[in-house]
Structure formats: structure tokens, C-alpha cells
């Protein structure tokens, strides 16, 4: 694919993920993301043939995104401790987003779309294995406690889908998920 055609899926997937955000999944419609992006249906039907695609599209991105930061950030040795708490940082970030509908608007494809339940459990699994190089890291260079790598790493990511979906309906505070990371924090470190 083209640079051109790179560029051009990524700016509808850009102006797709705020309207996901503020809406939901399921009232968004191939006009709203035209309207969006500032291209016609044709432009957009070039890339993409379905809100869906777009929405697939813009998890794929969010999950390779992830797992090539913290692979790079392995790769360039930099303490697992400060690759973990960037980690923390981002997913405390999203929390606070003005995207954090997105998190409920992903449930809710998760409901629409049945048919895309091993694509979600692909992603927890992914997620999964994410965190799990990353304690792995922290355990060889001593960093990290010996620890339950799977269990810790499902219990964090489920931690915090639970936390990110919840944040757009119920009141979270800053200092309810900084108690929350911090005991995290102590799992592991």
C-alpha cells in the first residue's frame, strides 16, 4: 500500500475514533465518518467498506501500536520498570481521555457484532502476552518480583478494561486509580 493510501486510512480512522467516542458503535454511519474526515463516500468506500471495518481497523492499530512500543522500548534495554510505568501512565491516560466513551463504544461492537468474539478474545490474548514479555524483561534483569506472569497479566488487563468502560458512565477519580495502580504496582515490583 501506497504512502498516499497509508496516510488517507489513517486520517479516516483519526476522525472516525472521536465520533465512536462520543456516540457508540451502533448510531455511527458511513456518512458521519464522510462527513468527518471531509471525503466522499467514494473516497471512503475506496479504503473502507463498513463502519465496521473502520472500527476493527482502528482497535487493530490500538493494540499493534502498544505492542511495538513496548517491544522497542525492550529492545533499546530500557528498565522494565520505566517501561512499566509508561504502561501505567497510558493506561491511566485513557481513563482521563475525552475518548473514554470509546472503551463502552467497544463493548457495545462487541455486542452488535457477535461474530467478533475470537477477534476480542485475539486481543485480550495479545494484550496478555504483551505484559507478559514485559515481566518477562523485568524478571531477567531482577527488577520485577517472581511472580505468576499469565495470572498477573490477565488480572491487569481485565483490570483495566473494566476500569477504562466503566470511566464513561460512573464517577473514577484521579486518586481512586492512583490507589489502584499502586497496588499494582506492588504485585510486581
Known sequence: MSNKSNTTKKKIIDSSVQ????????????????DSCGMS???????????????????????DDDIKAV????????PAKVIFDNYLDHEKNAIFSDNRG?????????FA???????????????????????RYGQETGEFKDFDISA???????????LKT????????EEMVDQQLKIIKEMVV
Do not use: N, W
Open 19 to 34: 465520533l465512536f467516542a462520543d456516540k457508540g458503535y451502533q448510531v455511527i454511519t458511513m456518512k458521519d465518518i464522510c
Open 41 to 63: 463516500r467514494g473516497g471512503v468506500y475506496r479504503y473502507f467498506s463498513s463502519t465496521k471495518e473502520i472500527f476493527i481497523a482502528m482497535l487493530d492499530r490500538d493494540i
Open 71 to 78: 517491544k522497542q522500548a525492550i529492545e533499546k534495554k530500557v
Open 102 to 110: 470509546l472503551f463502552f463504544a467497544t463493548h457495545e461492537f462487541a
Open 113 to 135: 457484532e457477535p461474530e467478533q468474539r475470537a477477534y476480542f478474545d485475539k486481543r485480550i490474548e495479545l494484550s496478555v502476552d504483551l505484559l507478559g514479555d514485559l515481566f
Open 152 to 162: 498477573v497479566a490477565t488480572h491487569i488487563i481485565y483490570f483495566f478494561d473494566g
Open 166 to 173: 466503566s470511566s464513561s458512565v460512573l464517577t473514577v477519580t
